[in-house]
């Protein structure tokens, strides 16, 4: 089975950073859409950034845009979230997911999207 492990949530000051990791296990991602979501209390899960190796794309969130960062390593086969200048209001449980069709990163910025795996979530909390 696919499996997918998010991990490098941490509780941060406003204005810090933090890495999130996306580590895959039997499948590549090469062929995939992988995306970052989030979701805040009481809030649906939402899209903030995708990255399709396909054809080397990144989609971020505009609330992210200019602070998150989201790259992958082919040989660790792992894709990052790097999040700096962390507000209050990125707090939230982070998940990793990817789908089978490389085209779908538009389609899951600032919404839910059905992908068709999930990693469990990792929590992030920024402090004011």
């Known amino acids: 089975d696919v499996q997918l492990q998010a991990s490098g949530g941490d509780l941060v000051q406003a204005g810090g950073s933090l890495r999130l990791s996306c580590a895959a296990s039997r499948f590549s991602f090469d062929d995939y859409a992988i995306g970052w979501f989030r979701q805040a209390p009481g809030k649906e899960r939402e899209g903030v950034s995708c990255?399709?190796?396909?054809?080397?794309?990144?989609h971020y969130e505009d609330s992210v845009k200019g602070r998150f960062t989201i790259s992958s390593d082919g040989a660790k086969n792992t894709v990052y979230l790097q999040m700096n200048s962390l507000k209050p209001e990125d707090t939230a449980v982070y998940y990793c997911a990817a789908d089978s069709a490389p085209s779908s990163c538009p389609y899951l910025i600032g919404r839910y999207y059905g992908m068709d795996y999930w990693g469990k979530g990792t929590q992030v909390t920024v402090s004011s």
């Open positions: 990255i399709s190796n396909s054809d080397d794309s990144t």
